[in-house]
């Protein structure tokens, strides 16, 4: 089954750095997401890029889609201790089916 | 607070319990998930309900068995569990099956089976 892969699996930055993630598929897909999860809590919506998008913004985060290398980046700029978290990306793929299927994640951690 | 509901939020149960995880939410969505969020796994769908009905079950075993009995309402009844069962458990809901919609997720109920 198509399945979002996290690079790396663990990031560790200084307070005010950029911080950047990346995520691989292996299908072709409709839309990507990007979700946050607090350790032991559920997952929240960050940023949704469609397949016909390159490069999205929403504050402090930018998100790019490049659909030939079928690969995505998350980029948090101005890192903030409260950023600490865990970073998964989510995709919906185009044969109309409804599983939104989660990579294994990037565990940031930002260091005060 | 994403609107979807999960209770219990942490539950200890022998392998022989029988006990049930609760989902609830109220923002008018008709698709409903539970997922299952092993660590160092990739999160794993296990069920998928849209308007009541049972559209997938990702090969899940049957002592896991999920009732959804309105569209606002979810629940996984847990029978005869193995220890390789514990797990954070997280329900979803969407407000449709269609592709691009954002999927909110309860607070997970951590099971740990004894």
């Known amino acids: 089954s198509q399945q979002g892969e996290e690079d790396p699996q663990a990031l560790s930055i200084q307070e005010g750095e950029n911080a950047t993630m990346n995520c691989s598929y292996k299908?072709?897909?409709?839309?990507l997401q990007w979700y946050r999860q607090n350790s032991g809590r559920g997952l929240v919506h960050l940023i949704l890029?469609?397949?016909?998008?390159r490069e999205k913004h929403s504050g402090r985060l930018r998100v790019t889609l490049d659909t030939s290398k079928k690969s995505s980046s998350l980029l948090i700029t101005a890192s903030r201790a409260a950023d600490t978290a865990s970073y998964f990306c989510?995709?919906?793929?185009?044969?109309?089916?409804?599983?939104?299927?989660f990579g294994t994640g990037t565990r940031l951690t930002i260091i005060p | 607070e994403t609107g979807v509901t999960q209770t219990p939020r942490h539950l200890v149960m022998g392998m022989t319990n029988k006990k049930s995880l609760k989902c609830e939410q109220h923002?008018?969505?008709?698709?409903m998930y539970w997922y299952k969020q092993s660590a160092k796994k990739p999160l794993e769908l296990m069920f998928v309900?849209?308007?009541?009905?049972?559209?997938e079950n990702n090969s899940v075993p049957s002592r896991f068995s999920p009732e959804c009995p309105n569209s606002s309402h979810l629940f996984l009844h847990l029978h005869t569990l193995q220890p390789e069962d514990s797990a954070l458990y997280l329900c979803?809901?969407?407000?449709?099956?269609?592709?691009?919609?954002?999927?909110?997720f309860g607070e997970g109920s951590w099971l740990t089976v004894v």
């Open positions: 890029i469609r397949s016909n998008e």
């Open positions: 979803a809901s969407r407000i449709s099956l269609r592709s691009g919609n954002t999927i909110y």
């Open positions: 299908t072709s897909i409709n839309n």
């Open positions: 989510a995709t919906d793929d185009d044969f109309g089916n409804e599983k939104l299927t």
């Open positions: 309900y849209n308007f009541k009905e049972q559209t």
């Open positions: 923002l008018g969505h008709n698709a």
